[in-house]
């Protein structure tokens, strides 16, 4: 890989991704609203295109040859957005806008990845080829976009990649997923409460998640559909465990004191057997080395 264009750039896994792709000596555009933004968040490294813009309109008539769009731009993942009916809509039409987009550019692959949140009822390990069942408007949104995707891809003559992205965690994750939430409660001395945190998770940190998606750009079977992952599941107590012993084993764990929502226990494993045969990814990073990384970055940020 040469040459790649990737839109969301300067979101969490975005950014991660872009200097993945640095680091790998590819060269990068990334398509943004905000150029400014971007442009410092890369030191220059890469070209920032402002969607809509001149530029955007003038990349048509490049020469380059693109070897891989990647569209993660996503609008509304946090909890309060996820029902919002219109802006979950709006990221169906963008994504296909980026899918025609990238066959007007010639690109040689167009790669797009989903979520867990597709599964959310699953009680098992994922079959990431099964029925999805979505519990909220993001993950029906993202299954929607799959088949869309995936149909005018063929129609387009355009080699496609739908990629489901586990639970994410590292540094500069903003949300309040549980393992911030427990990071950050314990770091400030308090208790995190939980339900009983049984169901069997996978977690993996975002350094090994870009490193995956640059595998599936350089290597990956066109046309597949591919799981990230860590392979590595275990119940999330034992993950929020984890993160307080390293913090300190003295502190309490509120798990058991908020009500279950539901009498089944609903897990979220990701198989990775299909992309480690074809791209010869194995996760490196485990997760006691990944959540030292993050709480360190937590501690760094509470000492600014």
């Given at each position: 890989?040469?040459?790649?264009?990737?839109?969301g750039?300067?979101?969490?896994?975005?950014s991660?991704?872009?200097?993945?792709?640095?680091?790998?000596?590819?060269e990068?555009?990334?398509?943004?609203?905000n150029?400014?933004?971007?442009?410092?968040?890369?030191?220059g490294?890469?070209?920032?295109?402002?969607?809509?813009?001149?530029?955007?309109?003038?990349?048509?008539?490049?020469?380059?040859?693109?070897?891989?769009?990647?569209h993660?731009a996503?609008?509304?993942?946090?909890?309060?957005?996820?029902?919002?009916?219109?802006?979950?809509?709006?990221?169906?039409?963008?994504?296909m806008?980026?899918?025609?987009?990238?066959?007007?550019?010639?690109?040689?692959?167009?790669i797009?990845?989903?979520?867990?949140?597709?599964?959310?009822?699953?009680?098992?390990?994922?079959?990431?080829?099964?029925?999805?069942t979505?519990n909220?408007?993001?993950?029906?949104?993202?299954?929607?976009?799959?088949?869309?995707?995936?149909?005018?891809?063929?129609?387009?003559?355009?080699?496609?990649?739908?990629?489901?992205?586990?639970?994410?965690?590292?540094?500069?994750?903003?949300?309040?997923?549980?393992?911030?939430?427990?990071?950050?409660?314990?770091?400030?001395?308090?208790?995190?409460?939980?339900?009983?945190?049984?169901?069997?998770?996978?977690?993996?940190?975002?350094?090994?998640?870009?490193?995956?998606?640059?595998?599936?750009?350089?290597?990956?079977?066109?046309?597949?559909?591919?799981?990230?992952?860590?392979?590595?599941?275990?119940?999330?107590?034992?993950?929020?465990?984890?993160?307080?012993?390293?913090i300190?084993?003295?502190?309490?764990?509120?798990?058991?004191?908020?009500?279950?929502?539901?009498?089944?226990?609903?897990?979220?494993?990701?198989?990775?057997?299909?992309?480690?045969?074809?791209?010869?990814?194995?996760?490196?990073?485990?997760?006691?080395?990944?959540?030292?990384?993050?709480?360190?970055?937590?501690?760094?940020?509470?000492?600014?």
């Amino acid at each position: 890989m040469k040459y790649a264009v990737v839109t969301g750039g300067t979101g969490f896994i975005g950014s991660w991704l872009v200097r993945e792709l640095l680091k790998n000596n590819v060269e990068v555009t990334v398509l943004v609203r905000n150029t400014v933004k971007a442009s410092e968040l890369f030191e220059g490294r890469v070209r920032t295109v402002a969607i809509h813009s001149t530029e955007y309109d003038e990349l048509l008539n490049d020469n380059k040859q693109i070897d891989v769009f990647y569209h993660l731009a996503w609008e509304g993942v946090a909890p309060e957005k996820k029902n919002d009916r219109e802006v979950q809509i709006r990221n169906i039409d963008l994504a296909m806008e980026m899918l025609e987009y990238a066959s007007k550019l010639h690109a040689k692959r167009f790669i797009a990845t989903g979520t867990v949140a597709e599964y959310s009822f699953c009680e098992d390990v994922m079959d990431i080829n099964a029925k999805q069942t979505p519990n909220d408007l993001y993950g029906a949104a993202k299954t929607a976009t799959h088949y869309m995707l995936e149909t005018w891809a063929r129609q387009l003559d355009m080699p496609f990649n739908w990629v489901v992205i586990p639970s994410t965690y590292g540094e500069g994750r903003r949300d309040n997923n549980i393992l911030t939430y427990t990071i950050r409660k314990l770091l400030s001395g308090e208790k995190p409460s939980y339900g009983f945190l049984t169901q069997m998770w996978d977690f993996l940190y975002v350094g090994e998640v870009v490193r995956a998606l640059y595998l599936i750009g350089e290597k990956g079977l066109y046309e597949k559909t591919y799981g990230i992952g860590s392979g590595d599941y275990r119940p999330l107590k034992e993950y929020v465990s984890i993160i307080r012993d390293i913090i300190d084993p003295d502190l309490e764990l509120g798990i058991g004191e908020i009500p279950s929502l539901s009498a089944k226990v609903f897990s979220s494993c990701v198989p990775i057997h299909e992309l480690s045969k074809d791209t010869g990814f194995i996760p490196q990073i485990g997760f006691e080395e990944g959540i030292r990384r993050t709480i360190e970055y937590y501690k760094e940020e509470n000492e600014r």
